[in-house]
């Protein structure tokens, strides 16, 4: 019923003991899963919401006599003071509304020069943050009394892009920004620190944007809906969604390694080694020197359910045990046993029963075979010889 690898290798078979596989047999509950050769891609980034014009959203602040002006450039925006990031020199004042911001006491000392900056919260409609720096730069004598330069930066965060460095994924912002020539000797570029939500066990970030992998705990999926925000020395920020794909090869740890066995000796066999999706889960003598037998088990999501990947020689395929529900291997089973790309649904997650059996979590049913060789398939009562009964043979240490 499969490529028989037996003689071809020249590895012995264990021998039966009443019946039963002789090698370590374990009740024990599967121990924490470990992943090697994890790799992480991002897809579908997004950002939250849209940038409006530049234009839109930064006029240039005014000023008249001693007194500096920021208003807003629509209806629909609100100003806020941030007087947490503002560097307001001394005898200078602040006051505030959801549409104007000024700032009086401005006077030109001699032979001195002052600056400060003002950061203002721009909250737009389409749910952007603008920060405003402006420089009150006064000339030295004989200069005007209230000269203000009409220098300012602007700073509308963009698209968080993400590059591909060597073992994580780097994002990194894309900025607008408004500033006049002189502007750049007084106020720095913009530096973002970013923050993440949602980042699944086992990836961890830094300030700089680098997501990277630490030990051996992420666990390969496919993880929607990961937020992530960057965030200027001003206070400016911008949002964006993405989907994080983590690929990994599970580690083999003892106890886990093996199939589930019947009295009999027959387990599960994947028909003729074929590696696919909706291939066909049979009954077959177990052994370790037959990787058609060679399944790790996983503990599932639903307490006390495990799945079973299926892993000749001790390397996971990312397919599992799945009754789907259908005849999805075109042999008149409904409920034929099949493999399926590995995942967390009830499908493919089996639950062991007090009397030996196995029972699938989203049918009900339990696994049944009907002679050796034959698909095995989910029914409403244990087969009445007795193949129905199953216990986890761990294949010891056998590395694959």
């Known amino acids: 019923m499969h490529f028989n690898l037996k003689k071809a290798v020249g590895i012995s078979v264990l021998p039966l003991l009443g019946g039963a596989l002789a090698i370590g047999a374990t009740a024990l509950p599967a121990s924490a899963q470990a992943w090697q050769d994890t790799s992480l891609q991002v897809n579908s980034l997004h950002s939250t919401g849209t940038a409006p014009a530049l234009a839109t959203i930064a006029p240039q602040p005014t000023q008249s006599d001693s007194t500096v002006t920021v208003s807003r450039a629509s209806a629909s925006d609100k100003l806020t003071y941030n007087s947490a990031m503002s560097k307001i020199p001394t005898g200078m004042k602040v006051s505030s509304s959801d549409s104007v911001v000024t700032v009086t006491g401005l006077t030109s000392p001699p032979a001195s020069t002052v600056q400060g900056t003002l950061v203002v919260d721009d909250t737009s409609a389409s749910g952007w943050t603008t920060a405003?720096?402006?420089?009150?730069?006064?000339?030295?004598?004989?200069?005007?009394?209230?000269?203000?330069?009409?220098?300012?930066?602007?700073?509308?965060?963009?698209?968080?892009?993400?590059?591909?460095?060597?073992?994580?994924?780097?994002?990194?912002?894309?900025?607008?920004?408004?500033?006049?020539?002189?502007?750049?000797?007084?106020?720095?570029?913009?530096?973002?620190?970013?923050?993440?939500?949602?980042?699944?066990?086992?990836?961890?970030?830094?300030?700089?944007?680098?997501?990277?992998?630490?030990?051996?705990?992420?666990?390969?999926?496919?993880?929607?809906?990961?937020?992530?925000?960057?965030?200027?020395?001003?206070g400016a920020s911008a949002q964006s969604a993405f989907q994080l794909v983590v690929k990994a090869q599970p580690v083999y740890v003892p106890g886990n390694y093996g199939d589930m066995v019947n009295p009999f000796g027959n387990g599960f066999d994947v028909y003729k080694q074929h590696q696919a999706v909706n291939?066909?889960?049979?009954?077959?003598?177990?052994?370790?020197?037959?990787?058609?037998?060679?399944?790790?088990?996983?503990?599932?999501?639903?307490?006390?359910?495990?799945?079973?990947?299926?892993?000749?020689?001790?390397?996971?395929?990312?397919?599992?045990?799945?009754?789907?529900?259908?005849?999805?291997?075109?042999?008149?089973?409904?409920?034929?046993?099949?493999?399926?790309?590995?995942?967390?649904?009830?499908?493919?997650?089996?639950?062991?029963?007090?009397?030996?059996?196995?029972?699938?979590?989203?049918?009900?049913?339990?696994?049944?075979?009907?002679?050796?060789?034959?698909?095995?398939?989910?029914t409403t009562a244990p087969s009445s010889w007795g193949g129905s009964v199953y216990k986890w043979t761990d294949f010891a240490h056998l590395a694959g």
Do not use: C
């Open 132 to 234: 405003w720096i402006v420089v009150f730069d006064q000339g030295p004598s004989p200069a005007p009394a209230g000269l203000v330069t009409d220098r300012y930066y602007s700073d509308t965060p963009n698209a968080i892009t993400r590059s591909y460095p060597v073992g994580g994924v780097q994002f990194s912002e894309v900025p607008t920004v408004a500033v006049s020539p002189s502007m750049a000797q007084l106020v720095p570029a913009p530096a973002y620190s970013f923050a993440y939500s949602g980042l699944p066990g086992g990836i961890v970030s830094n300030s700089a944007g680098l997501l990277t992998i630490a030990g051996s705990t992420a666990a390969p999926n496919i993880y929607g809906s990961r937020g992530v925000t960057a965030t200027d020395q001003y």
């Open 279 to 378: 291939a066909i889960v049979v009954g077959w003598t177990a052994t370790k020197a037959d990787p058609a037998t060679h399944f790790i088990r996983h503990p599932g999501t639903i307490p006390g359910a495990y799945t079973f990947e299926y892993a000749p020689n001790g390397v996971g395929t990312g397919l599992s045990v799945s009754d789907p529900g259908y005849d999805a291997a075109g042999t008149g089973l409904a409920n034929g046993l099949v493999l399926r790309g590995s995942n967390n649904g009830a499908w493919q997650q089996w639950l062991p029963q007090a009397n030996g059996t196995l029972k699938n979590a989203a049918t009900g049913l339990i696994v049944s075979p009907n002679g050796t060789g034959a698909q095995l398939r989910g």
